[in-house]
């Protein structure tokens, strides 16, 4: 059955951040994407206003005729690179958060889930890539950044490029009855958010400090770059000044600023007490300077290395492992605090 425009955009205005306009339009991939982002933080959903004519052109094309593999290659679009990139962090930042506990997080959870935001990315469209492949990079990229949660950026980066690389068309399927896509559909969302919700609502105390520590995290990638640094955090604030913007309540900009500016000081006092214990890890008193650290640093992972301490390799294992991060966590600059009003 041929595919309406009306429809289509009436299905836009009124379901458009869910996806519920691809899901019409037999676009499963971009419904999931639009579903887990909320419409690609509604900025997605508004640009698509312009290109709701060619979906339905080409959704309607997909039916009357069969597309052969490797006929063609897709052009290279950076925009598709780009969206693939973020998407891996956002899977990467979201997992980092509901599944960081699991044992071999690092090595099996974190590339997976960035490998799969860049794939679910990939696959939007009348275009695919190679899943090995880019679950390939992903893993190969972890084990480089073992630990560390800015390993998700050179990872995702790693994947979207693998991802460009074997990009190339979909085949032509059988088509499918609506209750099976929306079986998959709500298997994969549930895949997506039931680890999340069962961390935010059994273990809530966690979930907070991990959910600051990764926003800390995410925003220190940044701290040679301030002016960049300030235009994220900006972002954080951008839904509550659209709703400002659209809804004028005084009331409102009072209180929820305010329930922000809490969120950041959370953080904020989050990353002090992690510098203050890392200090402590070390030794050293608070306002040590950068030569003092690095050379302290030095010393204590060569007393506590584990080849050094084979009589008792478990305690030498964790200490070295602490002062590492320690280490690690010193090592950034302290960012001055922000006024959010």
Known sequence: MAKGLLVTYALWA??????????????DNHALLWMLTLGGGGLGWLCEFWKLPGFVAQANRAQGQKQRLGEGIPPLSFLRFAAQT????????????SLSSMANFYIVG???AVGLGVLLVAAVGNQTSDFKNILGAAF????????????????????????????????SAESETISVRLYRLGLAYLAFTGPLAYSVLCNTTATLSYVAETLGSFLSWFSFFPLLGRLLESVF?????IWWLLVGDPGFTSRQFQEWEKLYEFVESFQDEKRQLAYQVLGLPEGATNEEIHRTYRDLVKVWHPDHNRHQRDEAQRRFLEIQAAYEVLSQPKKPRASWM
Not at 144 to 152: A, C, D
Not at 237 to 241: D, K, Q
């Open 110 to 112: 974190l590339p997976l």
């Open 14 to 27: 009124f379901g458009g951040p869910v996806g519920l306009h691809h899901l019409y339009l037999g676009r």
């Open 237 to 241: 604030l951008l839904p509550c000044r």
């Open 86 to 97: 973020t998407v891996g962090i956002y899977f990467g930042l979201v997992a980092l958060i």
């Open 140 to 171: 190969l990229m972890s084990p480089v950044f073992y630990g560390r949660p800015i390993g998700i950026l050179p990872i995702s980066l790693a994947a979207s490029v693998t991802a460009q690389k074997h990009r190339r068309y979909k085949t």
